[in-house]
């Protein structure tokens, strides 16, 4: 039978466990609510600015004006992968998804581009800048930074100077892979093209057919729409990477939480019988010597 005293110290550890991530749990759960507020307000504004930026680049498609912001067709073939992670751990696979996910970009997708080292990342996370530090990856910057005071002033800046390297011909494309907050038990795992452009047609033919009236030009009105919505792009994509982090975590210490009081009941069981195997014990040390006392 176990040592009595080994499982009190256990179970003294256990339960000051759980106080601990019953407590991350609370802090997540406030610090969650704030953040999906803040994705949810920013959801149909973004995305409403992306539906008239797609309807404007579409009509630019078939005239002869220059959409600086549109796919090349020829380059230098280099692409920028901007990986979104959290800059703190205990959030279960959240971080571990967003890493494989990249891995994988790097080795299937990108193989040749690797190869030739026209590969580049840019981290946004200790996370994903610690692991892609290890793996040897080409990181050429790391914003993690950004986490200290989320703004959308601090990412219009990161978000002007991948445009700036994007239309000085650095970079031939740029992805985003981050995960994107459904709720608090669900992310989704998003790769995403951030540059170039998309000139294709939107779903909603009513964007594609109205006749507007531009003011003051056609020209003005997408060199101003395009950098604003790619601006808004990159920030709904932190934002949605914070509320999912907030949300994995507030589940992961939940999950650890429970574990933590079902392993106390189980030693708590345990400690229960090892005293009575003790008690017992000690009852028959004292029953066989006063029997040898008396014969």
């Given amino acids: ?46 995305d409403k600015l992306n539906e008239i930026q797609k309807g404007l680049s579409a009509a630019l498609r078939d005239t002869e004006i220059e959409n600086i912001y549109a796919e090349r067709k020829k380059g230098n073939g280099r692409v920028l992968l901007i990986v979104i992670t959290s800059n703190k751990g205990l959030c279960g696979a959240f971080n571990a998804n967003v890493i494989r996910e990249t891995r994988r970009i790097m080795s299937e997708k990108y193989r040749e581009h690797s190869r030739r080292g026209d590969l580049a990342v840019i981290t946004i996370g200790k996370k994903a800048y610690d692991t892609l530090r290890k793996l040897k ?15 959308f002033d601090r990412v219009s800046s990161l978000a002007d100077r991948l445009m700036q ?17 459904r709720n608090a038990a669900v992310q989704k795992l998003t790769d995403e093209v951030f540059l170039p452009v998309s000139m294709a047609a939107p779903e909603s033919r009513a964007v594609v057919t109205a006749d507007y009236i531009y ?12 950098p604003k919505t790619l601006r808004t792009k990159l920030y709904r994509a932190l934002l949605d990477s914070f509320a999912a982090e907030h ?17 106390i009941r189980d030693l708590t069981l345990q400690y229960n019988k090892a005293r009575q195997a003790s008690i017992t014990n000690q009852l028959l040390e004292v029953v066989s010597g006063a029997e040898a006392l008396n014969g």
């Fill in 165 to 181: 390297l994007y239309i000085t011909g650095e970079y031939d494309t740029i992805e985003m892979v981050y995960n994107q907050f």
């Fill in 247 to 263: 949300g994995a975590r507030m589940t992961a210490m939940h999950q650890a939480t429970d574990n933590a009081t079902e392993l």
């Fill in 1 to 46: 039978m176990a040592n009595l005293k080994a499982i009190r110290v256990r179970l003294s550890s256990v339960k000051s466990t759980r106080q601990i991530t019953s407590a991350m749990k609370m802090v997540a759960a406030a610090k969650l609510r704030r953040a999906q507020d803040a994705i949810v307000q920013l959801r149909p504004y973004a």
């Fill in 137 to 151: 990856c080409n990181i050429v910057a790391d914003h993690s930074d950004l986490y200290s005071g989320l703004t």
């Fill in 215 to 226: 003011e003051p030009d056609q020209v003005a009105i997408v060199s101003e729409l395009i």
